[in-house]
T-cell receptor
Framework: GAGVSQSPSNKVTEKGKDVELRCDPI?????LYWYRQSLGQGLEFLIY????????KSGLPSDRFSAERTGGSVSTLTIQRTQQEDSAVYLC?????????????FGPGTRLLVL | AQSVTQPDIHITVSEGASLELRCNYS??????LFWYVQSPGQGLQLLLK??????LVQGIKGFEAEFKRSQSSFNLRKPSVHWSDAAEYFC?????????FGTGTSLTVIP
């Protein structure tokens, strides 16, 4: 009965380094979402997966961002060549079904700081 | 393009007073609308959502919201605020394959 978990909870990296953020959704949830929350900003939708497929990647901020999901479960968000503006809290959510008909359950987030 | 506006960055109310948080959206069709709450140190939690039908939606923790198509609004209300309601509130709209969130309204409750 665990909720959505994310790791690491905090990540400090140097500009130019690559980082990987992990999301473990609730078991059985087919839809998985990534968001970014910057200080003083709302949530910025990045990408969603239905199963292992991401139908729309247009929300990713740049080509330095990529995401994958394997086995219909764990998802990884990768940021290459990190920049200071990437500093934010990255939130993952999962739901039984895509579209708002499935309630999204959010994880605690990964706080990323790029120095 | 779809967008969500929460005009009030910060609101302060007295405990026991009524509350209304404003949300306006821009979307071409009838949207799916949501309100989320983010308490300090906690994750986002869904308060309520609207898809269709009755324009007055009841949610958890005594919250309700009313969809007004003519005003493109989905305001959140609570008749009597409790100190534990102090949190950040986000309005969101689903459009196509994406979700759009407002910048949030921070609620302070004073005794």
């Amino acid at each position: 009965g665990a909720g959505v978990s994310q790791s690491p909870s905090n990540k400090v990296t140097e500009k130019g380094k690559d980082v990987e953020l992990r999301c473990d959704p609730i078991s059985g949830h087919t839809a998985l979402y990534w968001y970014r929350q910057s200080l003083g900003q709302g949530l910025e939708f990045l990408i969603y997966f239905q199963g292992n497929s991401a139908p729309d990647k247009s929300g990713l901020p740049s080509d330095r961002f990529s995401a994958e999901r394997t086995g219909g479960s764990v998802s990884t968000l990768t940021i290459q060549r990190t920049q200071q503006e990437d500093s934010a809290v990255y939130l993952c959510a999962s739901s039984l079904a895509h579209s708002g008909r499935g309630t999204q359950y959010f994880g605690p987030g990964t706080r990323l700081l790029v120095l | 393009a779809q967008s969500v506006t929460q005009p009030d960055i910060h609101i302060t109310v007295s405990e026991g007073a009524s509350l209304e948080l404003r949300c306006n959206y821009s979307y071409g069709a009838t949207p799916y609308l949501f309100w989320y709450v983010q308490s300090p140190g906690q994750g986002l939690q869904l308060l309520l959502k609207y898809f269709s039908g009755d324009t007055l939606v009841q949610g958890i923790k005594g919250f309700e919201a009313e969809f007004k198509r003519s005003q493109s609004s989905f305001n959140l209300r609570k008749p009597s605020v409790h100190w534990s309601d102090a949190a950040e509130y986000f309005c969101a709209v689903e459009g196509g394959n994406q979700f759009y969130f407002g910048t949030g309204t921070s609620l302070t409750v004073i005794p």
